[in-house]
């Protein structure tokens, strides 16, 4: 079992920061990968970024060069800085574990608002 607590969401203006973070249970570096994903009301859930375990980041095109993946090992915990946001950011952020044996955790969600 791997458990997943995500911090760090909340309401900020269009153009400014957050960084939200994700403590896992377990020994990160002992994860297939770590991700970020997104849920916008009526909208289906989407990939936003990811980071194997050699280090390897993925962005969605929609924040490639805005949001940064990030990971320390010696916290177990993984990272998304988030800068220049924008409104259509606003969603819950998951964050989501995969096993070494293909087995899907999901943290509760933090709420992630961008006001015009």
């Known amino acids: 079992q791997v458990q997943l607590v995500e911090s760090g969401g909340g309401l900020v203006q269009a153009g400014g920061s957050l960084r939200l973070s994700c403590a896992a249970s377990?020994?990160?570096?002992?994860?297939?990968?770590m991700d970020w994903y997104r849920q916008a009301p009526g909208k289906q859930r989407e990939l936003v970024a990811s980071i194997t375990s050699g280090g390897n980041t993925n962005y969605a095109d929609s924040v490639k060069g805005r949001f940064t993946i990030s990971r320390d090992n010696a916290k177990n915990t993984v990272y998304l800085q988030m800068n220049s946001l924008k409104p259509e950011d606003t969603a819950v952020y998951y964050c989501?574990?995969?096993?070494?044996?293909?087995?899907?955790?999901w943290g509760q969600g933090t709420q992630v608002t961008v006001s015009s």
């Open positions: 377990v020994r990160i570096n002992s994860l297939n990968n």
């Open positions: 989501h574990a995969l096993t070494m044996r293909y087995s899907n955790y």
